[in-house]
């Protein structure tokens, strides 16, 4: 059976852990192929709230294994207390979940250099979540990152780390006026994580391929949003690693003849959290009103939400980079009570109109959206059922989203439970809703 690919379309936190933990009752193994702790992925059942960081929205299916990839960068001590709060709740992650080898190490000097950074770029600031994220990624691409498997040959570790640390600490000390870190301090805390981990450890890749020969079913489930993309995002307002589709292969040691679908996750509206640009972007009530009705914080930060107007050039893009073959449309239900709703179709930039996503960065950043006004409704939209019960209105916004996007809208949230999703075209592997 072929794999599944899970991605944002937009800039992260549009609800992929939702759209994963509900396709996963048909799924034997979830996959995460990117980021690392940056990433908040909430998933509601009846009446628990779990929010995962690290460990794949699966984990709540007792029958799916949780697969961390070769593209994750992993800190442990937060694994580790993600892993003790889901046995405290009845889950069994330490018996479940499997890492790759190859995943890199997020190590203390990578937090506090990302700390520092952050803070001596000042209001050029990237909006980072200060979790070592970049720093890990650049050590990785520097082939000075120390990875999964680092931890369970002391030597080894040892050996990277002092290596590693020359150049940390003298970074640290003539920049940023920081005291050196300690390899032995590292070496212990570090090192006391291999026994409790040492089950996890597995080829994921050998994993994945044995798993699709045997005819199971894998989704693999990405963090972040293709907005964030590191080569096709708003650089440098991005992430460190590739969040969409392509990455998803690389980062889970996939060829493209195995996936036969891609589905992006999308809100009703746009949300984006830290600095960059944003031309659909509200400051007045209605803004307000969609952050506090949509609970726009961050899972991982907890911080305010940047809300905006649905985007349909943004849209077009991510169908294009990711070539999406289905779309599901979240947080229909937060646009209810507005008399009109708008609809970027195109921007204006210096007397010229673009319907895609502009060829330079100045265009996008001093863009005017171009808006397709249309009516709203009023009617509470998180006790239907069916699609079809959705009011007229509702239905044709819509219908209008999916002509935009250039993207089959297959399903549609009215809320953050199980229960509050709506099928609306008909599709195979989709599972029963469950409460």
């Known amino acids: 059976m072929p794999a599944t690919i899970i991605v944002g379309a937009q800039w992260g936190d549009e609800g992929k852990g939702k759209a994963t933990d509900l396709l996963a009752d048909t799924t034997d193994l979830v996959v995460r192929y990117q980021g690392g702790n940056n990433a908040g992925h909430t998933v509601i059942v009846g009446d628990q709230v779990f929010k995962l960081h690290l460990i794949p929205s699966g984990i709540l299916y007792p029958h799916v294994t949780p697969v961390i990839a070769d593209g994750v960068v992993v800190d442990p001590s937060v694994l580790l207390e993600e892993f003790d709060g889901l046995a405290e709740r009845g889950l069994d992650p330490f018996e479940r979940v499997k890492i790759s080898g190859n995943a890199h190490l997020i ?117 972040q949003g293709t907005l964030l993309d590191l080569d096709h995002g708003t650089y440098p307002f991005v992430t460190s690693s590739n969040p969409v589709a392509g990455g998803a292969l690389t980062g889970a040691g996939l060829g493209p003849r195995h996936v036969d679908r891609v589905i992006g996750i999308t809100k009703a509206y746009v949300t984006r959290v830290g600095t960059g640009p944003f031309p659909t972007e509200l400051f007045d009530e209605v803004g307000e009103i969609m952050t506090d009705r949509g609970g726009e914080y961050g899972t991982t930060t907890g911080r305010r939400r940047r809300v905006g107007w649905f985007d349909a050039v943004l849209a077009r893009y991510a169908e294009r980079v990711n070539g999406f073959t289905d779309i599901f449309l979240t947080k229909l239900d937060v646009l209810s009570g507005f008399e009109t709703l708008k609809v970027a179709t195109a921007y204006r930039y210096d007397g010229q109109e673009y319907t895609n996503f502009p060829p330079h960065q100045s265009i996008f950043h001093h863009a005017e959206p171009v808006y397709t006004e249309v009516p709203g409704w009023d009617e509470d939209l998180t006790e239907v059922s069916r699609y079809e019960d959705l009011p007229r209105a509702a239905r044709d916004y819509v219908d209008m989203l999916e002509e935009e996007s250039k993207s089959r809208i297959t399903w549609v949230s009215v809320g953050p439970k199980r229960s509050q999703t709506l099928v609306r075209h008909d599709v195979p592997l989709v599972p029963p809703v469950a409460t």
């Open 107 to 223: 190590m203390p000097y990578h937090r506090e250099l990302d700390l520092l950074i952050e803070r001596r770029l000042g209001k050029a600031n990237l909006g980072t979540t200060k979790r070592g994220i970049g720093p890990a990624y650049a050590d990785k691409a520097s082939r000075v990152g120390l990875r999964f498997q680092d931890l369970f040959d002391e030597k080894i570790f040892r050996q990277k780390l002092e290596a590693v640390l020359v150049h940390k600490n003298e970074q640290l000390a003539k920049i940023y006026n920081r005291l050196p870190m300690q390899a032995d301090e590292i070496a212990e805390e570090y090192l006391g994580y291999a026994e409790r981990l040492r089950p996890c450890l597995v080829d994921t890749t050998e994993l994945i391929h044995t798993s699709l020969e045997a005819g199971k079913h894998i989704i693999l489930e990405g963090a």
